[in-house]
């Protein structure tokens, strides 16, 4: 049976929400970070950007979060098109985007990040990681990684401090360290790709020195006032990889340190649970909607005063409602249904629609899922970056061939200084 709450059901997802630091989010509804591909040949925010969040702007959403902004352009683009943030050259670009996201009225947080070996050899030839360890299964896409040295690890530190000290110069209320999804945190946290045995590796405890010492660094730079959140994996799910328990770990070992919010996630590219397309998913799990729900309520039951954001499977109204009035989160994430529904949270919250009409996308070849997910989801949000709405009855062949141009192109021609 399909439940379709009404207007007055939907009070829990209305009702602001208030982070220990005194930090207010106006609504329960966030919009979790998409990486947008849309930044200038320099790295800075544009038009394209400023187009597309000027759409969200109103979109009812209480916090919106950037997609990936990277802090190394020698070694550290993920994909095409990411705003790259090492200095303040691009300040007002940078204070506009903020402007823009924060006209409907939301928080609007930055996501800093660095791919680590997760950047393509179109974009990158030579790579660095935690160990000279390469991707799974990708080695004609991916490079294998050079080993970063102490003194390089330092200097990443350093940058993601750097890279919040701009945004929040440049108008945006808080940060959000990126440290899942097989990115350059979520290298240094796997037993996998981290196989060092210095002070970085080797321990589940010194796999996590990384994040702690981002965290610190980032903290030291905006202050106790300005929210530092993490978007975390649940697990990695992949065999031997990082799991729930050293994850529950880091948590704990994070709110130690005064984390503000932590959004649960879960998967990395190459096992992409994430997305949603993984035909194994427990049917559990798909009536409860959110993929990783169990998970983050055992967070919540063993770190009830830390604020938790879930992103991955919401669509219904009632979902939504359930897993806020149950205690098990504070915020929900939403992603995909933003870039097929920009009005998605303003109508659901006006009860003026009960569920979103976003659903994965199966063929049954899991690369083919991935890729069509990724391409269908990008491609919306190219076309709102260009003034046009999304076409979501468009063919899936369409975009995935305009994704493949699109990038095909842009990461052949690098950024310039």
Same mark, same amino acid.
């Given at each position: 049976?399909?439940?379709? $709450?009404?207007?007055t059901?939907?009070? @829990?997802?209305?009702?602001?929400?208030?982070l220990?630091?005194?930090?207010?989010?106006?609504? #329960?509804?966030?919009?979790a970070?998409?990486?947008?591909?849309?930044?200038?040949?320099?790295?800075s925010?544009?038009?394209?950007i400023?187009?597309?969040y000027? &759409?969200?702007?109103?979109?009812?959403v209480?916090?919106s979060?950037?997609?990936n902004?990277?802090?190394?352009r020698?070694?550290?683009?993920?994909?095409?098109?990411?705003?790259l943030?090492?200095d303040?050259?691009?300040l007002?670009a940078?204070?506009?985007?903020?402007?823009?996201?924060?006209?409907g009225?939301?928080?609007?947080?930055?996501q800093i990040?660095?791919p680590? !070996?997760?950047?393509?050899?179109? *974009?990158t030839a030579?790579?660095?990681?935690p160990?000279?360890?390469?991707l799974?299964?990708?080695?004609r =896409?991916?490079?294998?990684?050079?080993?970063?040295?102490?003194?390089?690890?330092?200097?990443?530190i350093?940058?993601?401090?750097?890279?919040a000290?701009?945004v929040? &110069?440049?108008g945006?209320?808080?940060?959000?360290?990126?440290g899942?999804h097989g990115y350059?945190?979520?290298?240094?946290?796997? $037993?996998?790709? %981290?196989?060092?045995?210095?002070a970085?590796?080797?321990? $589940?405890?010194?796999?996590r020195?990384?994040v =702690?010492e981002v965290?610190?660094?980032i903290?030291?730079e905006?202050g106790?006032?300005?929210?530092?959140?993490?978007k975390?994996?649940s697990?990695d799910?992949q065999k031997?990889?990082f799991?729930e328990d050293?994850?529950l770990?880091?948590?704990?070992?994070?709110?130690?340190?005064?984390?503000d919010?932590?959004?649960?996630?879960?998967?990395t590219y190459?096992?992409?649970?994430m997305?949603?397309?993984d035909?194994?998913?427990?049917?559990?799990?798909?009536?409860?909607e @959110?993929?990783?729900?169990?998970?983050?309520?055992?967070?919540? @039951?063993? #770190?009830?005063?830390l $604020?938790?954001?879930?992103?991955?499977?919401?669509r219904?109204?009632?979902?939504?409602?359930?897993?806020?009035?149950?205690?098990? *989160?504070?915020?929900?994430?939403l992603? !995909?249904?933003?870039?097929?529904?920009p009005?998605?949270?303003?109508d659901?919250?006006?009860?003026r629609?009960?569920?979103?009409?976003?659903?994965?996308r199966?063929?049954?070849i899991?690369?083919?899922?991935n890729?069509?997910? =990724?391409t269908?989801?990008?491609?919306?949000m190219?076309r709102?970056?260009?003034?046009?709405?999304?076409?979501?009855?468009r063919? @899936?062949?369409i975009?995935?061939?305009r994704?493949?141009? %699109?990038?095909?192109?842009?990461?052949?021609?690098?950024?310039?200084?």
């Open positions: 049976m399909t439940l379709t $709450p009404t207007a059901d939907r009070a @829990a997802l209305s009702e602001p929400f208030t220990p630091n005194g930090f207010v989010i106006p609504n #329960r509804l966030a919009k970070a998409l990486s947008e591909g849309l930044a200038e040949r320099d790295g925010p544009g038009a394209r400023l187009r597309l000027d &759409r969200w702007a109103a979109s009812g209480g916090l979060i950037t997609g902004v990277m802090i190394d020698r070694c550290g683009l993920g994909e095409p098109g990411n705003v943030v090492e303040e050259r691009h007002a940078l204070a506009a985007w903020a402007q823009s996201a924060k006209a009225g939301s928080a609007a947080w930055v990040n660095h680590g !070996r997760q950047t393509p050899r179109t *974009i030579h790579p660095v990681a160990s000279a360890i390469a799974p299964g990708s080695a =896409l991916f490079a294998t990684p050079r080993e970063l040295t102490n003194a390089e690890i330092e200097d990443l350093a940058r993601y401090a750097t890279a000290r701009v929040t &110069r440049a945006f209320d808080g940060i959000q360290i990126h899942a350059l945190v979520s290298q240094f946290l796997s $037993p996998l790709a %981290n196989q060092r045995t210095d970085w590796g080797g321990t $589940p405890e010194k796999r020195r990384f =702690l965290f610190r660094a903290r030291a905006v106790p006032d300005v929210p530092v959140a993490i975390l994996n697990a799910f031997g990889g799991g050293e994850s770990a880091v948590v704990h070992a994070l709110a130690e340190e005064g984390l919010l932590l959004e649960v996630s879960g998967g190459t096992s992409a649970a997305l949603g397309v035909a194994s998913l427990k049917e559990s799990t798909r009536k409860r @959110a993929y990783f729900l169990a998970y983050a309520e055992r967070v919540r @039951a063993e #770190r009830p005063d $604020p938790l954001m879930l992103t991955g499977g919401f219904t109204a009632a979902g939504m409602v359930e897993a806020i009035e149950s205690g098990a *989160i504070d915020l929900v994430g992603g !995909r249904p933003l870039t097929v529904q009005d998605f949270p303003a659901l919250l006006a009860g629609v009960h569920e979103s009409v976003v659903s994965p199966r063929s049954g899991k690369l083919i899922d890729l069509t997910e =990724l269908y989801y990008s491609v919306q190219w709102m970056a260009a003034g046009k709405e999304p076409a979501p009855d063919h @899936a062949a975009n995935v061939t994704y493949m141009l %699109n990038n095909g192109i842009q990461s052949l021609r690098g950024l310039r200084a």
